[in-house]
């Protein structure tokens, strides 16, 4: 592991940031009430929510044979596919929305969850190893001069300041790192799982 690897975690956080999460592209104009189609709750919807250009706020499309409901997004004037949601920061409909990741500063979503996986996952390894290390070094240190803990920090201080900041930023990572693949092993991702969200 080397500077290739910290340049392929650099590239790995371009992608995440930089690619369209999976941007929803939004009408110039809202739909008309005929092209929202038969299964549209119209005239019958019990609430008698309608949105401003009296369109139904939800209406009931066939997915797979399916039948689910889909929210519709005044903002973006589209009825959002399922497991689509609408992000208040970047002011877009994502599909298969995920979260905001403010750190990244983008949405995580359909197209750029493998590389947020692949970031987070690759930055916890690089995050040990570099900790490992810098223990391993501050160890020979000790051996060498045959002094003390406190005495090898201040003759290797930037082993110590390393191994202070990987300890603090593994948190982060490793964190979620554990987060998603919990979500991902429990099928819970709305990247990998066919169930539908209404959120
Ligand atoms: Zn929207
Ligand atoms: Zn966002």
Redesign the pocket.
């Known amino acids: 592991m080397g500077t290739k690897t910290k340049l392929e975690i650099l590239v790995l956080l371009l992608l995440t940031s930089g690619r369209d999460p999976g941007i929803?592209p939004?009408n110039s104009h809202p739909p008309e009430p005929e092209d929202i189609g038969e299964s549209s709750n119209l005239s019958d919807w019990p609430g008698g929510q309608h949105g401003s250009a009296g369109l139904p706020l939800t209406k009931d499309v066939l997915v797979n044979g399916v039948l689910v409901k889909v929210k519709y997004?005044?903002?973006?004037?589209?009825y959002?596919p399922p497991r689509?949601?609408?992000?208040s920061i970047c002011?877009?409909?994502?599909e298969r929305f995920d979260h905001h990741c403010p750190w990244v500063g983008q949405c995580i979503g359909k197209r750029n969850y493998r590389f947020f996986l692949m970031f987070v996952s690759s930055a916890t390894v690089l995050c040990i190893y570099v900790f490992t290390f810098c223990w391993v070094n501050i160890g020979k240190t000790m051996d060498t001069h045959e002094c003390t803990f406190g005495r090898a920090i201040l003759k290797s201080p930037i082993s110590a300041i390393l191994m202070l900041y990987t300890f603090v930023a593994v948190w982060f990572v490793g964190g979620l790192t554990s987060f998603h693949l919990y979500l991902i092993s429990t099928n819970q991702v709305r990247f990998l799982s066919s169930r539908c969200s209404n959120s």
Do not use: E, G, K, Q
Not at 73 to 78: E, G, K, N
């Open positions: 929803v939004r997004c005044h903002t973006c004037m589209l959002r689509c949601s609408h992000c002011n877009n409909c994502i």
